[in-house]
Structure formats: structure tokens, C-alpha cells
């Protein structure tokens, strides 16, 4: 079954601290995305990436950054993190063929930025 | 630019009884068009998805949406809700995988005995 993880499941950061999300797929997809959900806001796409060693703005990149590796991983980084982003912040992959715009998602990690 | 709208925030039933869900869209290319529902604390699951042929499509635990072009609606349906439909549903359009998806607002169910 695809499988897309998240870690960790929730963080306590604080103001101005360097935050890492990480995400792992075992789909094999070459498309791997980041939203993050507020609440009166559903689902914002912050970066996504479509193959390794590159990455794309989504509609709210800025504060953000991520980061491919490798096909499987993905990571979003916050430098400086701030009040407003804390979120909930999901992961989601999906492939070409059959599954294509079929999003996976992770079960999220509760970001909070005191 | 695409945008999605669900018009009810929430929506009450009782088990058993039917359930409409509403979803309208604008984009103006060919579009793919799906429905996840997530369950509280959890991540979003796929239900169903359109993108061309029959507009009445099937997803998993008998739910059902049906695409219309002339009212740029994709409306998903229930004939039987159960206890463990109460989540939140989100309707969502893209022009092509790459892009990701644009999600609407979601629609929260809340199922009662």
C-alpha cells in the first residue's frame, strides 16, 4: 500500500528558531508536495517537487524552503520561524499512469511557534 | 487561476440518511476533479476523482459525485451515511498533476445516531 511519513508527528519551536519537516514515500512517485492547513484556509501548497535535486514554489513559498535529495525524501525548512507559521503541515505524493492526481498524504505534524 | 468553493461549512445528519455535499469550481483548461475526506487528527484520503467520460463517478464506501461542465459543479453524494462518515470533505480541481492540487474550504459532516 503507498505509504507517505511524516516526522515528527508534532513540534514546539520558537520564535526565530531553524524548524526541518521531513517527509518519506515508499509510492516510488516522482511528485512529492507540501501544504499546510489552517483553519478557515483548507489546504495551501507551499513548495512541491517533481524529481530529485529540484524543487518548485507553490502558492505560499515565502518563509519556506525544501529540499529533494532523493526520490523518496522531501523536506520543508523554516530558517526563521515564526508566530504565523505555525500549522498543520502536510505532505502528499502522487505518480503519473493510473494514479495521476491521486494525492498520498501523510498524517501531518502539528507545528507550533511560541 | 483555479478556485474551488463548498458552500456549507457544516452539515448535520442522521444515520442512515442521505447526504449531498456541494462543489463548484472555475478554471478554464481541462481540469482533473476529486474529493478526500479527512477524519479528525488524521491526514486527507482520496474518495474519487473525474476527469473525462461517464460524469458520474464511484469511490470507496459508497459514495458517489457527479461532474457537470454547464454548472461547473462536481457535487458528492450518499445514499446511507454511517456513524463513521462524520469527517470533513474536501473538494479539490487541478490542471495537471504538477501543479498540485487547489483545495476548497472543506465541509465538515457530522453524523448522528
Known sequence: ?114 | TQTVSQSDAHVTVFEGDSVELRCNYSYGGSIYLSWYIQHHGRGLQFLLKYYSGNPVVQGVNGFEAEFSKSDSSFHLRKASVHWSDSAVYFCAVSGGYAQGLTFGLGTRVSVFP
Open chain 1, 1 to 114: 500500500e503507498a505509504a507517505v511519513t511524516q516526522s515528527p508527528r508534532s513540534k514546539v519551536a520558537v520564535t526565530g528558531g531553524k524548524v526541518t519537516l521531513s517527509c518519506h514515500q515508499t509510492n516510488n512517485h516522482d511528485y512529492m508536495y507540501w501544504y499546510r492547513q489552517d483553519t478557515g484556509h483548507g489546504l495551501r501548497l507551499i513548495h512541491y517537487s517533481y524529481v530529485a535535486d529540484s524543487t518548485e514554489k507553490g502558492d505560499i513559498p515565502d518563509g519556506y524552503k525544501a529540499s529533494r535529495p532523493s526520490q523518496e525524501n522531501f523536506s520543508l525548512i523554516l530558517e526563521l520561524a515564526s508566530l504565523s507559521q505555525t500549522a498543520v503541515y502536510f505532505c502528499a505524493s502522487t505518480g503519473t499512469g493510473g494514479t495521476q492526481n491521486t494525492l498520498y498524504f501523510g498524517a501531518g505534524t502539528r507545528l507550533s511557534v511560541l
